[in-house]
């Protein structure tokens, strides 16, 4: 039995003629009243055992926007529930109106709408739903908890969808060239023409000129239905908060600018997430929704406070494509020991594909170079130096084995990954 503040100020009141007439039988006598007043109320109030709620919690929400869960009272008893209703969503669900009056007359039921504005990506949930049942006079009520689990979805805002139109132009206009003269890998045969003056002459088909009297040359173009796989470091490293967003969702964002841009460009793609197990995985298949599987996949992921395995890593890529890739590691340039982990990992991908290092720079560190007013402020900005001559070292020798580095700031990260990816297309490499 829950005692309601309406019963604490009648006890109050009652003090009066308690102190201006002290005696045992005058506080006896108001204990008296307020007790049976609120013991009828109890007895008054809808018997909980005959009240039901039904909750219907929307699949899926995208970040930043709203959801409504609805709850259903049923009131099966005889008497009218005045009641307050409870959703324990946790805070992260950002529930505007989780508690809630409902008065529901004998034999009826009714929906009560809890608004939800998520500030978390992730699977949120809600493992019970609170009722408190008053009597008329609303001095004490009966209550119960009542276990009625709902999950909420709440998918990765994908805000660099902006940058899709202008990098798939550029790829249009890449694979439009009338001639595109590249040659060995990456490339596919396109059409034949007429040589004109500067064409390269290892491109002439020589049966084709035997054939028209005329000296003919092949055209190239960027080759479609490539693959490319993309691993997204979930490690500890990608639970750091750049921009007051972890590193995690920026590469989220990344990977999905980029499938995207490249299922659109003809290739196929394949996308997982690793620390030392398998947290998620996705990829192209025939008549499937890539973006969709993507961003299934992306939502429930969480950084793991472990370190990265790199050396399952290439077992990883290779379980997912025994081809000729480009594969792109999201990870960061500053985990832990490079020399170690990072840079034999890459060299070694290299040997055999394409490979990619796309990794987010704090713009703290520009903010700290540049002040040097106070003697602290110094200090800070000889440490930001030495973070960033260690990350253009790590850099300079990923370079050296051919691997292709991005570092970028969070909102720069995502296009310029898709920048990257349409250069190696431009220049035959994929």
């Known amino acids: 039995m829950a005692i309601s503040g309406r019963l604490v100020l009648l006890a109050a009141a009652g003090l009066v003629p308690v102190l201006l007439f002290p005696g045992w039988l005058t506080v006896l006598g108001v204990l008296l009243v307020l007790g049976a007043l609120a013991?009828?109320?109890?007895?008054?109030?809808?018997?909980?055992?005959?009240?039901?709620?039904?909750?219907?919690?929307?699949?899926?929400?995208?970040?930043?926007?709203?959801?409504?869960?609805?709850?259903?009272?049923?009131n099966s008893g005889p008497r009218r529930l005045r009641a307050v209703v409870r959703d324990a969503w946790q805070p992260s669900a950002g529930a505007e109106n989780p508690v809630q009056e409902a008065e529901v007359p004998a034999g009826e039921r009714r929906r009560l709408n809890?608004?939800?504005?998520?500030?978390?990506?992730?699977?949120?949930?809600?493992?019970?739903?609170?009722?408190?049942?008053?009597?008329?006079?609303?001095?004490?009520a009966r209550q119960k908890t009542v276990h009625a689990a709902g999950s909420l979805r709440v998918m990765p805002p994908f805000n660099s969808r902006r940058h899709l139109p202008s990098k798939l132009r550029r790829l249009r206009d890449l694979d439009g060239k009338a001639a595109v003269q590249i040659r060995g890998a990456g490339t596919e045969f396109d059409s034949l023409r007429d040589y004109v003056r500067g064409d390269d002459v290892r491109s002439i088909d020589w049966r084709a000129t035997a054939r028209r009297s005329a000296v003919v040359v092949r055209t190239w173009r960027p080759e479609r239905d490539r693959r490319v796989v993309i691993m997204l470091d979930t490690s500890r490293t990608a639970a750091a908060r750049v921009?007051?967003?972890?590193?995690?969702?920026?590469?989220?964002?990344?990977?999905?600018?980029?499938?995207v841009l490249a299922e659109r460009g003809g290739d196929r793609v394949d996308f997982f997430a690793f620390d030392r197990r398998m947290r998620a995985r996705a990829g192209t298949t025939a008549g499937g929704n890539l973006l969709g599987q993507l961003v299934q996949a992306a939502a429930p992921l969480q950084a793991e406070l472990i370190e990265l395995d790199w050396a399952?890593?290439?077992?990883?890529?290779r379980a997912v494509s025994a081809h000729r890739s480009l594969v792109v590691l999201l990870t960061s340039l500053?985990?832990?020991?490079?020399?170690?982990?990072?840079?034999?990992?890459?060299?070694?991908?290299?040997?055999?594909?394409?490979?990619?290092?796309?990794?987010?720079?704090?713009?703290?560190?520009?903010?700290?170079?540049?002040?040097?007013?106070?003697?602290?402020?110094?200090?800070?900005?000889?440490?930001?130096?030495?973070?960033?001559?260690?990350?253009?070292?790590?850099?300079?020798q990923l370079r050296q084995f051919g691997v292709e580095?991005?570092?970028?700031?969070?909102?720069?990260?995502?296009?310029?990954?898709?920048?990257?990816y349409i250069r190696l297309k431009a220049a035959g490499r994929l």
Do not use: C, W, Y
């Open 114 to 140: 809890v608004r939800l504005r998520p500030v978390r990506r992730g699977d949120l949930s809600a493992p019970h739903i609170t009722v408190r049942s008053f009597g008329p006079l609303r001095l004490a």
């Open 39 to 74: 013991v009828l109320d109890v007895l008054l109030a809808a018997a909980l055992q005959q009240v039901s709620v039904e909750r219907s919690a929307p699949a899926n929400v995208t970040l930043g926007g709203v959801a409504d869960a609805v709850l259903t009272v049923r």
């Open 334 to 396: 500053d985990s832990g020991a490079p020399e170690e982990g990072l840079i034999p990992l890459a060299a070694r991908l290299a040997q055999q594909h394409v490979v990619v290092v796309a990794s987010v720079r704090d713009p703290l560190l520009g903010e700290m170079l540049q002040d040097r007013t106070t003697a602290a402020k110094v200090f800070r900005a000889a440490a930001a130096e030495r973070a960033l001559l260690e990350r253009e070292a790590v850099t300079a």
């Open 405 to 420: 580095v991005v570092d970028a700031e969070p909102h720069q990260l995502p296009p310029a990954l898709a920048d990257a």
């Open 243 to 259: 921009n007051d967003e972890p590193r995690l969702d920026t590469g989220i964002e990344a990977a999905l600018l980029l499938g």
């Open 312 to 317: 399952q890593v290439p077992a990883q890529v």
